[in-house]
Nanobody, 123 residues
């Protein structure tokens, strides 16, 4: 079992930045960020293979968001820059304990989820 606790959400104007954090109860080898806006499906934002150090991003955030990890603290981060109103959503941290190089930001890859942190972007 892996417990995940997100923090760092809030309200920001378009063009601003936020950094989300996700504290994990133990090390997970594939971690990711997802988001879900009202009335929409949960979508993958970014993921990182903590063993292989590889990252993947959705096209909608590539070049603006950066996913990173601190293995010593079992903490995952998402630096969000140049935020747009369409980035507003509940953001979820996800984790999986399996160590493989296949770690895309797709829902089926992850077995553990946090409760989410809300991000609001005003125009």
């Amino acid at each position: 079992q892996v417990q995940l606790v997100e923090s760092g959400g809030g309200s920001v104007q378009a063009g601003g930045s936020l950094r989300l954090s996700c504290a994990a109860s133990k090390r997970s080898y594939c971690m990711g960020w997802f988001r879900q806006a009202p009335g929409k499906e949960r979508e993958g934002v970014a993921s990182i293979s903590t063993d292989y150090g590889s990252t993947q991003y959705s096209d909608s955030v590539k070049g603006r968001f950066i996913i990173s990890q601190d293995n010593a603290k079992n903490t995952l981060y998402l630096q969000m820059n140049s935020l747009k109103p369409e980035d507003a959503a509940m953001y979820y941290c996800a984790a999986d304990e399996r160590s493989t190089s296949w770690c895309p930001p797709v829902v089926l890859r992850f077995g553990y989820w946090g409760q989410g942190t809300q991000v609001t972007v005003s125009s």
